[in-house]
Nanobody, 127 residues
Framework: QLQLVESGGGVVQPGGSLRLSCTASGVSLNYYAIGWFRQAPGKEREGVSCISSRGTLTYYKDSAKGRFTVSRDNAKNTVYLQMNSLKPEDTAVYYC????????????????????WGQGTQATVSS
């Protein structure tokens, strides 16, 4: 059974950076596309950035382009989200999700309960 654990959240000032990690156990991530989603208070969960199983394809939500970078290290069974130039509106609980062989744009475009989900990590951007 695939299990995902997010880490790296915290409190940063506007303009700061955070690096989130999503580490898998139980199953190799080699065949899974991974998505980073976020949910702010009172808002729906949304796809932020997604990466294909081999890391060759990526997708970014418009507001993340140029500031966030998704990457993966399949040898470490881990996917990363580097977030730079953070803004208060980036404040949310960030979740990673996995789906077999999905295209990144498709994965990020749907919040599907059939995905494997982690428990989330809180990222707060505040002065």
């Amino acid at each position: 059974q695939l299990q995902l654990v997010e880490s790296g959240g915290g409190v940063v000032q506007p303009g700061g950076s955070l690096r989130l990690s999503c580490t898998a156990s139980g199953v190799s991530l080699n065949y899974y596309a991974i998505g980073w989603f976020r949910q702010a208070p009172g808002k729906e969960r949304e796809g932020v950035s997604c990466i294909s199983s081999r890391g060759t394809l990526t997708y970014y939500k418009d507001s993340a382009k140029g500031r966030f970078t998704v990457s993966r290290d399949n040898a470490k069974n881990t996917v990363y989200l580097q977030m730079n130039s953070l803004k208060p509106e980036d404040t949310a609980v960030y979740y990673c999700a996995a789906d077999l062989w999905a295209r990144p744009e498709t994965l990020c475009g749907n919040v599907n309960s059939d995905y494997y989900w982690g428990q989330g990590t809180q990222a707060t951007v505040s002065s």
